[in-house]
């Protein structure tokens, strides 16, 4: 037992205060997490044009949408692209319909542009976005999420709203 | 994967061809496709290989110099505006094209619309490395341009040079039809407007001002408009020698 050198001790000794000093550090930070802000909640960008819904803002719970939007996205793409299913709720146009914003002469803002919504979090977050190198940036043509949301829809889109609300109650969340 | 269900769905469908014609009960195929006519898929349904799409273009009404159909893609999909400066006239997109074609030895000229021919076996298929071309099950041939990486095989490997590629950035597209730099694109036979129960825009512009030199419909519904032209009329694979079994057909040339 007196084999180990006072020299070797302390070296043992510094190690493990070491191998310990993470731990406590996250321990620190985790309580004084609960009152810090969180991330991007500094950030600014515009509000959307309209709600989906009264009940719920956008097309699934904002935690959702944050987290997991372009895997909404990528599902509805393939689902698109390949097999021809254009329901409306998680596609692109949709996003792009109520996230696109006016300036003041009453011209749509590219929703890809600095500061907008897109934009503002992908260049905090340093992700690009590629999607609009080939997608429109601007709304060309209205909205079709406010014949699913609105509860006094048009005579002419109530067969369509119809359509697609059953087809939504069916839907199960995106893969 | 696409490309293999594809040939499944081919090859079953020669199958029950087959089979059907052994069995003398040539009634079974109509009874089980036309139960389900066309405009009823509903919009949250993947397409099926129930139908096909097709094109017949009756080039007698074809007059030489007439663009409406080119003009009516243009404006469906956003090419052709001029948006790639740089490029020249063989660089620039052409979703669909007129060609005049002549017989040296008679003189006979004619005026078609030439575009992608919707293959049921495409060589543009054939060759893409990433499996970014690829035929829908309803027929209808397409580039996924999220996973086409610009190699540009497909456009070697058309015969009818109906692949066209980007070469510079693009603003202002379509929402429904993306297309962007560094990919190949071709007609898609407006499947955003098959998919809702519209005819492709060409078509439309057609029988607008009275041509009504193109008929769309189903190929494998025998009471569709174009099935109906195709058993009456005399009408032409282009490089029928291929057997590339177009989905869009030609008569009078």
Redesign the interface.
Known sequence: MSHFSPASRLFVLVLSLLLLLPLAATADSDEEGETEALPFSDLSFPEPARHFSAEQKCVAPDEEMRKNHMKYILHQ?D?T???????RQYS??EC?NCHAVKNDEGDYIPVNAPDQFCYSCHSYAAVNIDCF????T?P??PSMLQTLSSSDAHPESEMLGG??KQ?LA??GPAQ | MSESSNLTDIARRNFLARAGAAAGAAAIAPGVFLSAPASAKPVGEAVTSKNRWGILVDTNKCASGCNDCVTACENENGWGRNDEPESNAQQKAHWIRTVDIKNKATGFTRTLPMMCQHCETPPCVDVCPTGASFRRADGIVLVDKHICIGCRYCMMACPYKARSFVHEDLHEQKPWAPRGKGTVESCTMCVQRVDNDKVPACVEACSAENHNALIFGDLYDENSEISKALKTHDNVEIRADLGLNTGVRYRGI
């Open positions: 793409r689902e692209m390949h097999e021809g299913i254009r329901t692109l146009e792009v190198q080939c997608h429109a601007k060309v043509r359509d697609i087809l069916s839907e």
